[in-house]
């Protein structure tokens, strides 16, 4: 059973950065696609990046390129988002996910879901 623990949310300015990480256990895939997820209040889930550990391929949100950036630590089996040059409509609960089809940032294709970490940037 794949398990995955976000950390590192909190709540920042705008302009400021905050990084997430998503740990990763119960799996034996040498390669899988994991990403960050956001949910606002009264918004439905939205894909924010993603990649494919395999080849390292990232994936991103229009609404995030140039700004965040998701990497890998495989010695870790950890994943990360770091968020730069953050604004108030970046505010959402942020969710790691893991098994999706490489390149996609639909929640739907992805099997394995972490609780959550909240972010909150305030103007």
């Known amino acids: 059973q794949v398990q995955l623990v976000e950390s590192g949310g909190g709540s920042v300015q705008a302009g400021g950065s905050l990084r997430l990480s998503c740990a990763a256990s119960?799996?034996?895939?040498?390669?899988?696609?994991m990403g960050w997820f956001r949910q606002a209040p009264g918004e439905e889930r939205e894909g924010v990046a993603a990649?494919?550990?395999?080849?390292?391929?990232?994936y991103y949100a229009d609404s995030v390129k140039g700004r965040f950036t998701i990497s890998q630590d495989n010695a870790k089996n950890t994943v990360y988002l770091q968020m730069n040059s953050l604004k108030p409509e970046d505010t959402a609960m942020y969710y790691c996910a893991a098994g999706g089809w490489v390149g996609s940032l639909s929640p739907a294709d992805f099997g394995y879901w972490g609780q959550g970490t909240q972010v909150t940037v305030s103007s």
């Open positions: 990649i494919y550990t395999g080849a390292g391929s990232t």
């Open positions: 119960g799996y034996t895939y040498s390669s899988i696609s």
